[in-house]
């Protein structure tokens, strides 16, 4: 009978510094390639346009005062405790964006309205994201109806839950 060897040969390993050659010649390559587009991303850049020393200066617009212009009726505050939990406390700061010339009196039902309707929020409706947009949409939806179409938008400026 013959003796047959099964065993497999022994693999050969790769030298240390053959490994050691072949991860700084990659980072060469990367470092090259970075730079390379770096290179071309630069020389895509507009460059800027040159200023005309006979042109007036921009006007510094504050927005206190350009607020009529715009349509815009900031309101107060609401500070109200939640549906439920009952010991969680919000604070909503909301603007008012009008579709023309601003009415106050409309603003302050609507005032009115969005703090009637913050009692009735319950915590769970307005965690993440989707539930802040839900609540957008529902308190624009909610001043839309009570000004007859006259409140365009409302932008959320503060939203606090304690």
């Known amino acids: 009978m013959a003796i047959i060897d099964d065993t497999a040969p022994p693999k050969k ?9 072949m991860l ?5 390559v990367a470092i090259g390639i970075g730079w390379a587009s770096g290179l071309y991303l630069t ?3 507009a460059p800027p346009e040159p ?27 609401i500070t109200t405790n939640l549906a439920g ?3 969680t406390w919000v604070r909503l700061e909301v603007a008012l ?3 023309g010339q601003t009415d106050l009196m409309i603003a302050q039902t609507v005032h009115q309205d969005i703090l009637a309707y913050m009692r009735t929020v319950k915590i769970h409706q307005v965690e993440g994201a989707s539930g802040f947009q839900h609540l957008k949409s529902d308190l624009e939806e909610r001043a839309s109806m009570r000004s007859e179409g006259k ?8 939203l606090l839950f304690e």
Do not use: C, D, N
């Open 13 to 21: 390993e790769t030298s240390f510094l053959l490994q050691i050659a």
């Open 24 to 28: 700084l010649g990659l980072t060469v």
């Open 43 to 45: 020389s895509r850049h």
């Open 51 to 77: 200023t005309v020393e006979g042109a007036p200066a921009a006007e510094e617009v504050r927005l206190a005062e350009q607020q009529e212009a715009l349509g815009v009726v900031y309101l107060e505050p």
């Open 85 to 87: 939990p009952t010991a």
């Open 97 to 99: 964006v009008f579709e």
């Open 151 to 158: 409140v365009k938008s409302i932008l959320v400026r503060t």
